[in-house]
Nanobody, 116 residues
């Protein structure tokens, strides 16, 4: 059974940091590119960052560049999103995504709220 389980979300003050984790099971994790998306209330889902199966970062959204970093540990079947200097506009549900030659899997999402 394929599973992507996100964790690490929560509430944080502006300027704070969080690290999201996405742990995979049920498929060959190290052959899949991993991505993080986010969706704020009333808005479309937005691509945040992408990392290849080999660990090369191929995309970071301009709105988070210099603040967010995607990474992965293939030995742990886990992808990460390190988020620094958080802003209220980063508030959203964050989803991880695994993709490989037309096969796509999604996690259930984790809420990130940035507020003073």
């Amino acid at each position: 059974q394929v599973q992507l389980v996100e964790s690490g979300g929560g509430s944080v003050q502006p300027g704070g940091s969080l690290r999201l984790s996405c742990t995979a099971s049920g498929f060959t994790f190290d052959t899949y590119a991993m991505s993080w998306y986010r969706q704020a209330p009333g808005k479309e889902r937005q691509l945040v960052a992408v990392i290849t199966s080999a660990g090369v970062i191929t995309f970071t959204a301009d709105s988070v560049k210099g603040r967010f970093t995607i990474s992965r540990d293939n030995a742990r079947n886990t992808a990460y999103l390190l988020m620094n200097s958080l802003r209220p506009e980063d508030t959203a549900v964050y989803y991880c995504n695994a993709a490989d030659y037309g096969r796509v899997y999604w996690g259930q999402g984790t809420q990130v709220t940035v507020s003073s």
